[in-house]
């Protein structure tokens, strides 16, 4: 897939946000160093592509097409993480058939770099989530849930940082509430804590002590809620916090064509992305990084 053919795919037009006031125009090609985000959300299980009569996701979707994507991207640019939003499970008859085995050993196939952990993903119970583990060769992420007292204890991190290309990116995750959303005997032990106090004290971590250029949040809380305005969801946690650079979000199969913009805290500007369902959508983020550390960043949608 070349260049054009590759743009003539990516949906919409590609939002722009400057971190810490800083437009893309400030940087030259010859001096930023670009780091490239990819992300995906609530893919349920679904490695085919929907079929030619499956209605307005015909032809849509599917791990191989998605897997030429981002190694064209990867070519493109070697500077590249792949993230998951959680919901990876349930949804086909391969979830129910293999427990997840099949969705682990093809996300490493992909070479997904890190996870974090939907509701869904306790369908088989949190020791069906764990049997798993061994087929995922990548780290999940949750800050949020405290898995102290069951089998998952030590094998999810709250955080974890990379470095790339001299660019140290530090990544944290957050849970939706349990409680009401899945059968207690499916998470055990599982304790919940408030996602926002919780994303404080990640980027206090992540941008204070350990001197990250990049934040990102991992987020299966929800981009919005209409109906319940107050109930936490991205734009919420954007708003609260300070040192985010990116939500990638998921659980409400939001599609936004384009990332959106916040404000957090500060004042500051906070990218917001969501790409629906079912692996339908690649999401795509690249940061610009000059010498100086500051930063710019465009995003958008690709159709797989």
Do not use: W
Not at 45 to 62: E, L, Q, T
Not at 106 to 128: E, Q, V
Not at 227 to 256: C, E, M, Q, W, Y
């Amino acid at each position: 897939m070349n260049r054009r053919r590759f743009i003539q795919q990516t949906t919409a037009t590609a939002a722009l946000a400057g971190i810490s006031g800083f437009g893309l125009q400030a940087f030259s090609s010859s001096t930023a160093k670009k780091i490239t985000i990819l992300h995906t959300n609530d893919v349920h299980s679904h490695i085919d592509p929907f079929g030619p009569n499956d209605g307005r996701n015909a032809n849509k979707g599917g791990v191989a097409r998605r897997a030429t994507l981002v190694e064209q991207i990867r070519k493109e640019n070697p500077n590249t993480l792949l993230f998951d939003a959680g919901d990876i499970f349930q949804g086909t008859p391969y979830f129910n058939y293999y427990g997840g085995e099949l969705e682990f050993k093809l996300m490493s196939m992909l070479k997904y770099d890190g996870a974090t952990i939907g509701n869904h993903d306790f369908d088989n119970g949190i020791d069906g989530l764990y049997g798993q583990l061994p087929h995922a060769k990548f780290d999940f992420i949750s800050a949020n849930y405290d898995f102290s007292n069951t089998v998952l204890d030590t094998h999810v991190r709250p955080y974890k940082i990379f470095f790339v290309d001299g660019i140290k990116i530090g990544v944290f995750g957050l849970g939706i509430k349990l409680e009401g959303l899945v059968d207690k005997k499916l998470y055990k032990e599982t304790v919940y804590l408030d996602p926002i106090e919780t994303a404080q004290e990640m980027t206090t971590i992540l941008k204070t002590d350990k001197s990250c250029d990049l934040v990102i949040c991992l987020s299966h809380l929800g981009y919005h809620y209409k109906n319940a305005p107050n109930r936490v969801s991205d734009l919420i946690l954007a708003k609260a916090t300070k040192h985010i650079d990116l939500i990638i979000g998921g659980h409400t199969h939001t599609f936004l064509p384009k990332p959106t913009i916040e404000k957090n805290s500060e004042n500051n500007n906070v990218m917001v992305n969501q790409v629906g369902a079912y692996g339908l959508y690649l999401g795509r983020i690249d940061f610009y990084f000059s010498p100086g550390r500051d930063v710019s960043s465009e995003g958008a949608t690709i159709l797989v």
